[in-house]
């Protein structure tokens, strides 16, 4: 059986991962999980979340959440700002991995690339990059496609995440990053300590999330990995555990009732 651990005051921010956790292809975001974000809100505990999707695929998450903290995006590279617009974290890219990866791009492909470094935006034809980017610290990279005819996607052996915005834009974020760091450079923004953090993941890419938190759950039905270093396993996605959390954490729920045995 779980050992009780008591609601603290201390508690000032809840994270919680998207897919498999609080959204499923058949399991939209619930009403119950809304109103839980609301209530944490109203109680002074904010909350925000960690996910392996990138700015364009979880801005609609965001936006339904009425969440107004960074978010932590692309498994820990990136923490970006929807409600400033404005990117506050990444993790910068190795221009050399970086290059031997654009190398592999036949030259006479029409392509163009963007990259985010000195604060504002960059683009050349992809050719001209290695000589235009010179030494400067690349914090995002897009590679702009409009004929949407790029012959390029994630492999186990590639060094990036690869997300397309559907629209000839392609964003490439490395893989070399993990949830856990991310976490650790939003505390550092918020000026709060990872102590004061409950996480809440389903999967592997949440092992590092939920052991930098001050307490980190894992839903049932969760990866073995990660059910077996959480300090409490929930209910399963379908049953709204973000509800029950925040129940537990503005203390009207004792810990008993949110929790599963392991």
Sequence with gaps: MQPAIQQSPNHRLFVTDIDGTIYGPKHPISQETKVAVALLRRRGIEVTLATGRNQWEAQAMVTELGLSL?????????????????????KPFCLATLM??????PADFPLLIRW???DSWQECALPDFGEQVGLQEVKRVILLDPS????????????????RDGQ?????????????????ELCSLLKIGPGQVVALGNDTNDLELIQTAGLGLAVQGGHPQLLE????ITGRMED???RDIAEWMVGNTPWERIVMWK
Excluded: M
């Design 168 to 184: 000839g834009q392609i964003e490439l974020t490395p893989k070399d990053a993990n949830k856990g760091e991310g976490l650790l």
């Design 229 to 232: 270093v959480c300090q409490g």
């Design 148 to 163: 949407q005819t790029l012959d390029l996607f994630d492999t186990d052996e590639s060094p990036y995440w690869i997300f």
């Design 116 to 118: 985010y470094a000195k």
């Design 240 to 242: 709204h555990p973000v």
């Design 100 to 105: 031997d990866f654009l190398r592999k791009i």
């Design 70 to 90: 960074p978010v932590i995006l692309a498994n820990g590279a990136q923490i970006f700002s929807f409600s400033e617009g404005h990117l506050l974290y990444a």
